[in-house]
């Protein structure tokens, strides 16, 4: 039925997208954990090679911008994509399962943010910018999602009434 190719295939994965990086990033953290606390032989630990502390204090936060807005570019993309083909129906249905899968996908994204401000409110170590961008994360990413499917709806309904 769905073209995967098309518009509306990519804008589904975008929704995809957001969901699995709110399950997967406790990965990512336990993994940035694991290097800022690794200790090799002797009394060598991370702060012995020159810059690997800061970078992976920061990478977290880069990880989670990257991953969550990038996968919120390629949902507007694809809806943006799909209204332009000409494909007014497919768009219009487009808006409404992306309206529909903002609320199945937001609690996956409410319980990953409330995982990872308590991993980072829990942990010994500091992360760079990390609660600031996981604090309105929840806020972008519902707006998004939800005037996102909106925005192409109405675009498409527009469309097909302009001609």
């Not at 060598?44 to 570019?73: D, H, K, Y």
């Not at 309206?99 to 937001?106: L, S």
Request: net charge positive; charged share 5%.
């Amino acid at each position: 039925m769905f073209n995967m190719k098309g518009g509306m295939g990519v804008a589904l994965m975008g929704l995809i997208m957001t969901a699995i990086c709110f399950l997967l990033f406790p990965i990512v953290m336990d993994g940035t954990e694991s290097i800022l606390g690794w200790t090799g032989t002797g009394s060598t630990t991370v702060g012995n090679f020159t810059g690997l502390e800061n970078v992976a204090s920061i990478a977290p936060m880069i990880i989670f911008v990257f991953v969550v807005f990038g996968s919120i570019g390629v949902t507007a993309y694809g809806g943006i994509r799909t209204a332009q083909s000409g494909k007014m129906g497919m768009a219009m249905l487009l808006a409404l399962i992306m309206i529909a899968i903002a609320f199945v996908v937001y609690p996956i994204v409410m319980d990953g943010t409330a995982t990872l401000l308590t991993t980072i409110a829990a942990s010994a170590y500091t992360y760079t910018g990390l609660s600031a961008i996981a604090g309105i994360a929840p806020l972008l990413v519902f707006v998004s999602m939800l005037f996102g499917g909106i925005g192409v709806g109405a675009y498409a309904g527009y469309k097909k009434v302009k001609g």
